[in-house]
């Protein structure tokens, strides 16, 4: 009779342990916090600029970075762009998702060459992988996607909870003890959360969100979560057939360039994540030529227009239950700054009034059930982003002009208190 022996799979990992550095290794001996040596990270910069402001200053070594956005956003075109732009690294570009002749299509299509320090491996078993990681010894290693991997530790399929949560474990495990950084590439929800175990996110040190309309060209990385520089930057970048091109100075493209001005538009200066931008809020109120008159708004929150609609007829006689209002925010980025509130007004009124509006003006601000014009933050950020870009006049709220007075501006600061002085200013 043969007797049973209970056998238990070795998670011991496939790279050798020996391969990172001792420098990496520490000690679990408690230390007085003064006495602790803080030494700045070392971090790899990259040619994109936007991404190392993302990033908070370039790549840190050993760090584990999710990036999860829309399918077809460019997240994939992002990280080969990465893989392929820097050209002092060797980069270890892993798909579970497209093949070698197709990743080499689209490396063509990025019109960047391909040099030998870039290596493509299509895989997804994690022990294969740690195989090819230890003959290539890559300074960088991108994984796209997580939902694509699977582990031989874990008998689900790929995709699973279980397998995501192992294989994050697998590269983390991995990236630590190397000093090897590692970019993921997962896929989001239709909620648009990123999909798979909640710990997913908890476990990696950045979380990088790819955002935009793919009908539109632009796109804005946002930090969610990075354990190295703040988690309000962002970056902005331009969809072209060769790729995607960074945006230096974003409120030049935002802003449309006309002769003549038309009614219904207004420029907000508002903040997306730490930047200041200049962004055109443009409105369309029409009589209704239906019973029921249509609330509509792109980029903006359609709750809170219709709380902006009720405010002005409630406190200022617009008559606007009956017309139709339609609200644009130009370039299809999705604004959530309550300092725009301002200008959504402005543009509101200028509209039904058909009273074009100057150009040459700026508004920030936010505004309050009663009418009132509440003071919104960084507002000096705000004031000197439409002075660089040669604007004449900022409408601010009158709280925020508290230490304005002690600088100098090349723009006419005017403040306001409620909705009635803007209205005074803009049309008598």
Not at 9 to 31: L, Y
Not at 159 to 174: D, I, K, M, P, Y
Not at 235 to 261: A, K, T
Not at 352 to 380: C, K, M, W
Request: hydrophobic share 40%; net charge negative.
């Amino acid at each position: 009779m043969e007797e049973l022996v209970e056998k238990t799979n070795s998670k011991v990992p496939e790279w050798r342990s020996s391969a990172a550095p001792t420098s990496t290794k520490r000690t679990n001996k408690a230390a007085v916090i003064n006495e602790i040596v803080y030494q700045d990270e070392q971090r790899l910069a990259t040619p994109d600029r936007e991404f190392n402001r993302v990033l908070g200053g370039g790549i840190v070594p050993g760090s584990l970075v999710l990036i999860g956005g829309e399918p077809g956003i460019g997240k994939s075109t992002l990280m080969l762009q990465l893989a392929l732009g820097i050209p002092q690294v060797k980069t270890l570009y892993i798909s579970g998702e497209e093949s070698e002749q197709q990743i080499k299509m689209r490396a063509e299509r990025l019109v960047q060459n391909s040099k030998a320090n870039c290596y493509i491996l299509t895989e997804t078993a994690t022990q294969n992988i740690f195989k090819q990681v230890e003959v290539v010894q890559p300074d960088i290693v991108v994984i796209d996607s997580i939902q694509t991997l699977h582990s031989s530790q874990i008998e689900s399929a790929p995709g699973s909870v279980s397998q995501v949560r192992e294989c994050t474990a697998e590269l983390l495990r991995f990236a630590k003890e190397t000093s090897t950084p590692v970019f993921i590439v997962g896929h989001i929800t239709k909620d648009g959360s990123i999909a798979g175990p909640k710990v997913l996110e908890h476990m990696v040190d950045t979380v990088l969100q790819f955002e935009g309309d793919r009908h539109h060209v632009y796109r804005i990385l946002r930090a969610v979560k990075n354990r190295f520089g703040s988690s309000s930057e962002i970056g902005i970048y331009e969809m072209q057939g060769s790729g995607l091109r960074e945006v230096s100075n974003p409120s030049e493209i935002m802003l449309s360039q006309r002769e003549e001005p038309v009614g219904g538009v207004a420029i907000a200066a508002m903040l997306e994540g730490m930047r200041p931008l200049m962004i055109e809020v443009q409105a369309l109120v029409s009589n209704s030529a239906f019973g029921t008159p249509q609330r509509t708004s792109t980029g903006f929150d359609t709750k809170r227009l219709s709380m902006l609609l009720a405010v002005l007829e409630k406190r200022f006689g617009f008559r606007l239950s009956a017309q139709d209002v339609f609200l644009n925010i130009a370039g299809g980025l999705r604004v959530e700054d309550p300092a725009i509130d301002l200008a959504v007004i402005a543009a509101l009124i200028s509209s039904q009034q058909d009273i074009p509006l100057s150009s040459q003006l700026t508004f920030a601000g936010e505004v309050g059930l009663s009418g009132e014009i509440r003071a919104v933050n960084r507002i000096e950020q705000r004031i000197a982003e439409a002075e660089k870009l040669g604007f004449e006049g900022i409408f601010i709220s009158k709280y925020n002009t508290k230490g304005l007075e002690a600088k100098k501006y090349n723009i006419a600061i005017r403040p306001l208190a409620t909705l009635e002085d803007l209205f005074r200013a803009l049309f008598g």
